[in-house]
């Protein structure tokens, strides 16, 4: 690989893998797959991507053999706690890989005042860092793997894992005591990268942003009558300038706007009670502003 090429350390395999991979293709880049291949050169621009563990990709962008990662935030600052990470910039939340590290308990037990438990984690420098912000005197118990168990088995009294839907902790009957950390995954980069490059890492980025905005956004058209048009702007989430046409009928208005928002089901039943019809919602594919 020439060196002004850019690469980007991915998950090879797991949670955060296809949806790295979706966003770069949806950024327009280009990837002939191969099956186990651990570098994916793109057809069209000049970026490779790395396809590793996870847990790697922290070192790789600091030690700048990755000029980019995408990382779960979690990991990210765990290891940032624990090790010296000095050449890592977060540079833009993706809003995928959503989960969070929270503190969980046995159902059956009332558990008021952490001082003297035990929590099992493999998070412990994340959650030192909270019993020691919160002066809180319990001692972590480092363990990968099963973290649910220990309370069963004498281990530990809670645990402080990963969440996302809470469907694992209800089937080990384990109830959320208290969230310490929401998570997503990053995009980070290594602000040292080599000049030769800078160039097509900012496109990289600002396309990456691109498709993060539009996916947010939606384009939402109504008719209403002029005189609740302002009313139902006011309704719209995250609009700045609607478009605001008159129809043939004089009373009437139709209102083009971007919302970029999500625009859930509330606000289009919240539209429709207050005098918007015929309303469309659609899809916006690349915003640039
Ligand atoms: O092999 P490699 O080291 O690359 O992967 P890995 O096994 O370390 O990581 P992987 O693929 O499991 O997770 C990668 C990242 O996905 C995590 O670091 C998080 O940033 C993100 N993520 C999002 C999650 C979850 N959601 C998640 N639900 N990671 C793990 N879980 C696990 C959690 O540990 C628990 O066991 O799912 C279970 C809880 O899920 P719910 O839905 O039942 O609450
Ligand atoms: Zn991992």
């Known amino acids: 690989m020439e060196t ?44 490779d991507l790395l396809l590793v563990r996870d847990d790697d990709i922290p070192n790789l ?11 779960g935030a979690n990991v990210l ?20 890989s959503k989960c969070r590290l929270s503190l969980a308990v ?19 420098a994340i959650l030192n860092e909270y019993l020691s912000d919160n002066n809180i005197d319990a001692e972590i118990i480092n363990i990968h793997g099963s973290v649910e168990l220990t309370p069963f088995i004498g281990i530990a009294d809670l645990i402080f894992d990963l969440v996302s839907t809470g469907a694992t902790l209800e089937s080990n009957n384990l109830k959320e005591f208290k969230t310490v950390m929401s998570s997503e995954a990053v995009l980070i980069g290594n602000p040292q990268a080599d000049e030769s490059k800078t160039k097509s890492i ?10 993060i905005e539009a996916d947010e956004s939606k384009y939402v058209m109504f008719n209403a009558l002029e ?36 625009v859930f089901w509330e606000t289009i039943e919240t539209l429709k009670e207050n005098g918007a019809s015929s309303l469309l919602v659609l899809p916006i594919e690349k915003w640039v502003s």
């Open 61 to 71: 962008v600091n030690q700048g053999i990755a000029d980019l990662g995408i990382i």
């Open 202 to 211: 900012t496109r990289l980025v600002s396309r990456i942003t691109s498709v």
């Open 227 to 262: 005189k609740d048009a302002s009313k139902l702007i006011e309704l719209l989430p995250g609009v700045e300038s609607p478009t605001v046409i008159p129809l043939a009928d004089k009373n009437k208005v139709a209102i083009h706007a971007v919302c970029k928002e999500t």
């Open 4 to 47: 002004s090429r850019i690469k980007i350390a991915l998950q090879s395999k797991g949670r955060l893998a296809s949806q790295s991979k979706d966003i770069l293709a949806k950024a327009g880049f280009k990837f002939r797959e191969r099956s186990n291949a651990l570098t994916i050169r793109s057809s069209n621009y000049p970026l």
């Open 77 to 96: 600052k765990e290891q940032q706690l624990s090790k010296p990470l000095a050449q890592i910039e977060t540079i833009k939340n993706l809003g995928f």
């Open 106 to 124: 046995r159902k059956d037990q009332n558990i008021r005042d952490l001082n003297n438990t035990k929590i099992a984690t493999s998070y412990p």
